[in-house]
Nanobody, 124 residues
Framework: VQLQASGGGLVQSGKSLRLSCAASGDIRAIDALAWYRQAPGKQRELVAHISRDGSTNYPDSILGRFIISRDTAKNTVYLQMNNLEPEDMGRYYC???????????????????WGQGTLVTVSS
């Protein structure tokens, strides 16, 4: 299973970006999807999470500015980022918990996968 993230780039403060992450490979069912970010010198932190039933979670610093969504048919997760701030800069990673292969599906064994990340730079 591979995750390919895209959509990062340089943007001015207050502007928007939309990130995409497509999962490919032997995917039987996706459980949850999430976006994390890591700024230089800082730990990786959760930005947004979407469950199988579509319920979403965001940290307080993100709430109201970012929106996570998923296209189940395309095995793709999106992150709409609005009103970006310099503090939002970092490499954004997508991750997923899914059933890969028939064995995992039958035995309900979830596996976690990470994408390579896409860089977001916000100029003030």
């Amino acid at each position: 299973v591979q995750l390919q993230a895209s959509g990062g780039g340089l943007v001015q403060s207050g502007k928007s970006l939309r990130l995409s992450c497509a999962a490919s490979g032997d995917i039987r069912a996706i459980d949850a999807l999430a976006w994390y970010r890591q700024a230089p010198g800082k730990q990786r932190e959760l930005v947004a999470h979407i469950s199988r039933d579509g319920s979403t979670n965001y940290p307080d610093s993100i709430l109201g500015r970012f929106i996570i969504s998923r296209d189940t048919a395309k095995n793709t997760v999106y992150l709409q980022m609005n009103n970006l701030e310099p503090e939002d800069m970092g490499r954004y990673y997508c991750s997923t918990s899914l059933y890969s292969g028939q064995y995992c599906l039958v035995h309900k064994t979830l596996k976690d996968f990470w994408g390579q990340g896409t860089l977001v730079t916000v100029s003030s």
